[in-house]
């Protein structure tokens, strides 16, 4: 069953139509997994082989993947039948034929040769070749880049779909506590994951977690000084500063939480610098409210970390949402410098404040949604420096 109501999907898939009908498109081609599942609940890990999701003006929208994965329609959507269309084992991972030959197929048969078809030209899931063989079997249709039209119709949430957000918070505050709990010196980041996994997983008494779009990040020591290192079986050393870049996800939803550890005593530098950049997110988050433009957003934390001769050269900011591996957001608003993207009610927006160092490195983040007149932090969760005083023997 879908996650929302039909009414919930119908109402998607009409912003949808009229963003269509604003680029003169017949036909939409839904290449990304995290589209498929906002506009019809749809939900499997078959984005590595090709599949689309077809909109049109006058009928429900059609899925068109791998036979063996066309079960999962059925399992997690709305859609009938009718509405499942499959092309077979021969074509997979098969030299000299590719599944789109199939489907380009299938869309002749809805008579779409000589239409206006748009296509989403920046997704990890919809390949150079998915396009050329859809393209080559289409010849006279017209094909349009319409990237992002179903990233921009979902960017402002339904008040079912923040609340999903809000379950998801609780889960990564739990996944967050289970880290607090059991890191210290001694520890090894692979050990520690594999807790901090678990609990995302399994979640609370009320519900379960997914598996979170983004990896989980440990930034330990040297591995600080960037933003996005992998774990490894190194241990924790006693003086490490620590970030920890979790998320909870739920029905596909996610959020994300950061935050700081200080194993046994660290610089002073490190401490001032939470100091301010907590700060700097008090500041952010009084900024926050419909009306207002990403960029006055950024300049809010600009300003504090001019005030304290700081530099953070990357955005603060972006949209979340409904996602699958590799990536949560959903590559539409971004809180960054002179960005116009004007901010409204019931926009979600990881804010992500990082400050990496020669040496060392910080994060804080919150999931947060624009209400009527403000902000609500989704996440709640300790937000100053964490410190770890006892050492394992």
Not at 75 to 104: F, K, N, W
Not at 165 to 190: D, F, H, K, T, W
Not at 280 to 297: F, M, R, S, T
Not at 328 to 348: C, I, P
Request: net charge negative; charged share 20%; proline share 4%.
């Amino acid at each position: 069953m879908p996650p929302f109501s039909r009414d919930e999907y119908q109402t998607r898939l009409q912003t949808v139509r009229t963003g269509m009908a604003k680029n003169n498109l017949d036909a939409l081609v839904i290449g990304d997994p995290a589209n498929m599942n906002w506009l019809t609940g749809f939900d499997a890990w078959s984005f590595y082989v090709p599949q689309i999701m077809l909109v049109q003006h006058d009928q429900e929208p059609i899925w068109m993947g791998r036979k063996m994965d066309a079960g999962a329609v059925a399992l997690t959507t709305y859609l009938e039948a009718h509405c499942v269309m499959p092309y077979g084992e021969d074509y997979v991972q098969r030299e000299g034929v590719h599944p789109s030959e199939v489907i380009a197929g299938f869309l002749r048969d809805l008579n779409l040769n000589g239409k206006r078809i748009g296509y989403e030209s920046d997704t990890y899931f919809f390949s150079p070749r998915s396009l050329g063989c859809l393209q080559k079997g289409l010849n006279e249709a017209q094909w349009i880049d319409a990237d992002l039209l179903v990233n921009w119709s979902r960017v402002i949430k339904s008040d079912a779909e923040i609340e999903v957000m809000r379950q998801a918070s609780r889960l990564v505050e739990g996944a967050m506590a289970v880290a607090y709990e059991n890191i210290a010196p001694g520890v090894r980041q692979c050990d520690l994951m594999s807790k901090i996994v678990a609990a995302q997983i399994q979640g609370n008494d009320q519900f379960g977690g997914d598996l979170t779009a983004l990896s989980p990040l440990i930034l330990a020591g040297k591995a600080a000084t960037t933003a996005h290192p992998m774990w490894t079986d190194e241990t924790f050393v006693d003086g490490q500063t620590v970030a920890l870049e979790l998320g909870g996800t739920r029905k596909r939803y996610n959020a994300g939480l950061a935050r700081t550890v200080q194993l046994g005593a660290g610089p002073k530098k490190v401490f001032e610098t939470a100091d301010a950049v907590c700060e700097g997110l008090d500041a952010v988050l009084d900024v926050i409210k419909p009306g207002v433009l990403a960029g006055d957003v950024h300049r809010a934390w600009q300003t504090v970390l001019d005030k304290y001769g700081l530099v953070k050269d990357s955005r603060i900011g972006y949209s979340i949402g409904v996602g699958y591996s590799p990536d949560w957001g959903e590559h539409t608003v971004s809180l960054r410098a002179d960005e116009k993207t004007v901010l409204e009610k019931n926009m979600v927006l990881h804010v992500m404040l990082g400050m990496w160092l020669d040496d060392w490195g910080m994060e804080i983040s919150e999931t947060v949604a624009v209400t009527d007149t403000a902000v609500e932090c989704l996440t709640q969760f300790p937000r100053g420096v964490h410190v770890v005083d006892h050492l394992m023997g």
